[in-house]
């Protein structure tokens, strides 16, 4: 059998070739926007896998605790490299969280366990998104015109708006149910028994159709309406409740 394999070292020179690619191609809006959207992708990732992490101390697991990831610091969550992928890619990731199952509390079946844990993270975004939302309707309620036109009422908002986005888009995201996703651990106790063992004895397989239709786009446009769809009716949902 033939094959390759990159360190994370090779993996990092290939990201920052890509990244300055894709600056270079940008023009000053493009980094301008660019820029505005960090605070956004710092706190998806965060609350994501801070979701992770406390699900599973809440199941009995106090690894999470151990290891400093029940933290609201980006910096105990954020992946470099993942990072990246999720600012010019728009689909990336954060530091993995570590669990031991066998830390759980026996009241439901490990795979149950697993199951919550891994709908809490996409479960996180959801409700940040739905939070966000409801400050971008809240501002345009309360806050006088003359400051949401102004440049700072202006980035302000724009960071808001990048926020309710991001954060639906990586909820959705992780719900695809394809290893490494979340949504690989959270459908699998639905499956029928033939289903579920054939799910794990092809997971190698999943994870290469992961990787295609991730590399190809495939994933970016399977998703894509659905996030929109989800983006407008969370703001449906909160300028219903402030009139607007």
């Given at each position: 059998m033939f094959g390759f394999s990159f360190d994370r070292r090779t993996l990092y020179i290939i990201i920052g070739i890509l990244v300055i690619v894709s600056l270079m191609s940008y023009g000053t809006s493009g980094i301008f926007n660019l820029i505005l959207s960090i605070p956004a992708v710092l706190l998806a990732i965060t609350v994501h896998e801070f979701g992770h992490a406390f699900a599973a101390y809440k199941l009995g697991?106090?690894?999470?605790?151990?290891?400093?990831?029940?933290?609201?610091?980006?910096?105990?969550?954020?992946?470099?490299?993942?990072?990246?992928?999720?600012?010019?890619?728009?689909?990336?990731?954060g530091k993995p969280v570590q669990v031991d199952p066998?830390?759980?509390?026996?009241?439901?079946?490990?795979?149950?366990?697993?199951?919550?844990?891994?709908?809490?993270?996409?479960?996180?975004?959801?409700?940040?998104?739905?939070?966000?939302?409801?400050?971008?309707?809240?501002?345009?309620?309360?806050?006088?015109?003359?400051?949401?036109?102004?440049?700072?009422?202006?980035?302000?908002?724009?960071?808001?708006?990048?926020?309710?986005?991001?954060?639906i888009g990586l909820g959705v995201f992780n719900l695809i149910p394809l290893p490494?996703?979340?949504?690989?651990?959270?459908?699998?106790?639905?499956?029928?028994?033939?289903?579920?063992?054939?799910?794990?004895q092809h997971e190698q397989m999943f994870y290469f159709i992961f990787l295609i239709i991730w590399i190809t786009g495939i994933a970016g446009r399977l998703i894509s309406p659905i996030i929109g769809t989800m983006t407008e009716g969370i703001l449906k949902l909160a300028m219903t409740i402030f009139g607007l």
């Open positions: 697991d106090d690894t999470p605790l151990r290891q400093g990831r029940l933290s609201m610091n980006p910096l105990d969550h954020v992946d470099p490299l993942g990072l990246a992928m999720l600012l010019f890619a728009h689909i990336g990731w066998r830390n759980y509390n026996r009241d439901i079946s490990v795979e149950k366990a697993d199951a919550i844990v891994a709908f809490a993270g996409p479960l996180m975004n959801f409700i940040t998104a739905i939070i966000f939302a409801l400050i971008y309707c809240a501002m345009y309620k309360f806050v006088k015109i003359s400051f949401l036109v102004s440049n700072i009422g202006i980035i302000i908002i724009t960071i808001i708006a990048s926020i309710v986005t991001m954060n490494p996703l979340d949504g690989s651990k959270i459908f699998l106790p639905v499956l029928p028994h033939n289903a579920k063992f054939w799910f794990i």
